[in-house]
């Protein structure tokens, strides 16, 4: 417990009283000293209690009131007189003055030996480390009482008992009350104080929780660290187990994009890390995709949402059980800077596939940094298509359908190589610079789709009826859509 100006006040013994009641009496004693210079702020420091006689505190209140100023300006915890050996009593305007600015005035009794009052307070400093030691050692004993798959609410009790008061942990920005980009960034073990009140320590670096305290009284923020050193432990503990489970996952979500597992076994495998259906898969685009994989661990294992992640293409890619919690994962990860696109929901791993397709599409529409866009919140693509991903699907089919089976069987992208010369407003010149091939061979791979489709591109009914096709299946998501073109583009009358 800190010894301050109320507890020298409490003990009866020091026979010593305030003569400015209620100011100043949380001010924590560190050291007394008696002082007869008449200007003691040079020789004591911030803590230290003041004793004098009064031999050399001015008579006059402008006097007397710079005096205090002095005092209370170099950090001293309080001023105590002696109650009969002042030259001139302190006047009331100096004693107002005092509690103008905080500054606590005591009077001791004269037959109350200073000396008592210094080995009162260097009693109480050393029942004070005592009692700080013996509480540091039980902040550390409660970290070894809980192994570590126990839940961290518990140990956060445990600690709160120790310190007295409520700990709990919360993202910075929300203690703040602020949005994600405006709050402080908060350091390991500093300490910031909210509106509410309440005390907030780092832990560690960026997307990290910290420490929230509440309680009343005066704060020992040594011990406050000490906490947070154990529940930063705690946490990086727990961290270290999860990345083993995590690479395995991010292993697992990687066979799965390769349709490397079997359907069956699949839904057993991703059932064991708690992702259940119904799944949503997301996609976020970064250039620092190993920091956008831990942060994705980091926010769905705070909003208790389970998930399995990996990067491919530079993109990382999060699976996980449809629920309130992943949608609070995603928009914590989506923070501030970055692009996410999520799939339609879908009960069977054998739909992965078309999923990602979806969870693409919708990161490309997604021109906002810091929006999560899902698959289903597309607007149309035309006016003349349908919403329903059957029935864009089977549109799809209808024309597309025997190119796609051609494409499968022989190996070939000539879906890809119809949809960029539709883009292209069926322009040789620009079509053939963005699929990086010789004009000649784009016309060779169109005569072949114009024959495998049974329709001329030259035409412009057959054109119109293509483009549809081609924006009905990028809208069921059996299409990837292009990243580098508008998606709306138009039909020109004559092909270049």
């Known amino acids: 417990m800190t010894f301050t100006v109320g507890s020298l006040i409490a003990l009866p013994d020091l026979r010593t009283r305030s003569l400015t009641p209620g100011v100043g009496e949380a001010r924590e004693i560190a050291w007394a000293h008696v002082c007869e210079l008449p200007n003691p702020w040079l020789w004591l420091g911030p803590g230290a209690l003041l004793m004098t006689t009064g031999i050399n505190v001015p008579t006059t209140t402008d006097e007397q009131c710079e005096y205090l100023t002095g005092l209370s300006e170099a950090g001293i915890a309080a001023l105590a ?3 009969q050996m002042l030259k001139a009593p302190l006047t009331p305007p100096t004693l107002a003055f005092a509690a103008h600015l905080g500054f606590p005035v005591l009077e001791t009794a004269n037959e109350i030996p200073f000396v008592t009052i210094a080995m009162a307070v260097a009693n109480a400093a050393r029942q004070e480390g005592t009692m700080r030691v013996r509480s540091t050692e039980q902040l550390y004993a409660a970290l070894s009482r809980h192994p570590i798959e126990a ?19 919360e993202q910075p920005h929300v203690a703040f009350n602020a949005a994600p980009d405006q709050a402080a960034p908060l350091t390991p073990g500093m300490i910031r104080q909210t509106k509410s009140g309440a005390l907030i320590v780092g832990l560690a670096g960026r997307g990290s929780p910290g420490l929230v305290w509440d309680a009343r009284g005066v704060t020992d923020a040594g011990l406050l660290q000490h906490a947070a050193g154990v529940v930063g432990s705690a946490l990086a503990v727990k961290l270290a187990a999860h990345r ?14 390769e349709v490397s597992v079997p359907s069956e076994p699949a839904a057993h495998l991703v059932a064991a890390y708690g992702v259940k259906p119904p799944f949503v898969l997301a996609v976020a685009p970064s250039a620092d995709a190993r920091d956008v994989l831990d ?46 696109g999520v799939s339609a929901q879908f009960s069977d791993l054998e739909g992965l596939q078309t999923a990602l397709r979806q969870a693409r599409s919708a990161v490309i529409r997604n021109h906002q940094s810091g929006n999560v866009l899902r698959f289903e919140e597309h607007e149309a693509t035309s006016l003349f298509l349908p919403q329903g991903t059957e029935q864009l ?17 022989r190996g070939t992208s000539l879906t890809h190589t119809l949809q960029v010369f539709l883009e292209e407003n069926r322009s040789w010149v620009r079509a053939s610079e963005r699929l990086y091939v010789h004009r000649q061979t784009l016309i060779a791979r169109v005569s072949r789709i114009e024959k495998i489709i049974d329709r001329d591109l030259s035409s412009m009914e057959d054109a119109a009826e293509c483009w549809l096709a081609v924006q009905a299946a990028i809208g069921c998501g059996d299409l990837a859509p292009s990243s580098d073109v508008p998606l709306l583009g138009g039909l020109a009358d004559t092909a270049v």
């Open 81 to 83: 007189v002696d109650s």
């Open 151 to 169: 839940p961290i609410d518990d140990l956060l009790l445990d600690l709160a008992q120790v310190l007295g008061g409520s700990l709990r942990l």
């Open 244 to 257: 083993t489970e995590w690479m395995h996952g991010s292993l697992l979500l990687s066979d799965l994009c």
């Open 295 to 340: 942060a994705s661990h980091a926010e769905f294992s705070a909003a208790n949402a389970p998930a399995i992640a990996t990067i491919k293409d530079a993109q990382v890619l999060v699976l996980a059980h449809a629920s309130s919690e992943c949608d609070e994962a995603l928009e914590a990860l989506a923070g501030e800077h970055t692009r996410i």
């Open 393 to 409: 699907r089977s549109i799809a089919r209808q024309v597309l359908g025997p190119l796609t089976t051609y494409d499968q069987q």
